[in-house]
């Protein structure tokens, strides 16, 4: 059984909008610190999102002001909503856990932004 499963790719117009969702089989999700990766052709894994299991957050630079990551621990579920999209945000995006220092990966969900 996969720990992390996501959700919710897909293509989308320049200037247009998705939201990843990624569950988590876990009963300790809440400890989790929760991520998203991404992961362009011929580039190397990007780190786009972090946020801890106090909520605090972390956005690389690229997405700040675009993306928002969030988390429901009730659902043990990790959002990522993304606006404004360009077609640089094209790529297969990972939902990324750690807890405490082991790391888990989900299966990666393709984001495709083109006109």
């Known amino acids: 059984q996969d720990l992390l499963v996501e959700s919710g790719g897909g293509l989308v117009q320049p200037g247009g909008s998705l939201r990843l969702s990624c569950v988590v089989s876990s009963s300790i999700f809440s400890l989790y610190t929760m991520g998203w990766y991404r992961q362009a052709p011929g580039k190397q894994r990007e780190l786009v999102a972090l946020i801890s299991r106090d909520k605090s957050t972390t956005y690389v630079d690229s997405v700040k002001g675009r993306f928002t990551i969030s988390r429901d621990n009730l659902k043990k579920m990790v959002y990522l909503e993304m606006n404004s999209l360009k077609p640089e945000d094209t790529a297969v995006y990972y939902c990324?856990?750690?807890?405490?220092?082991?790391?888990?990966w989900g299966q990666g969900t393709q984001v495709t932004v083109s006109p």
């Open positions: 990324y856990g750690r807890y405490p220092e082991t790391e888990y």
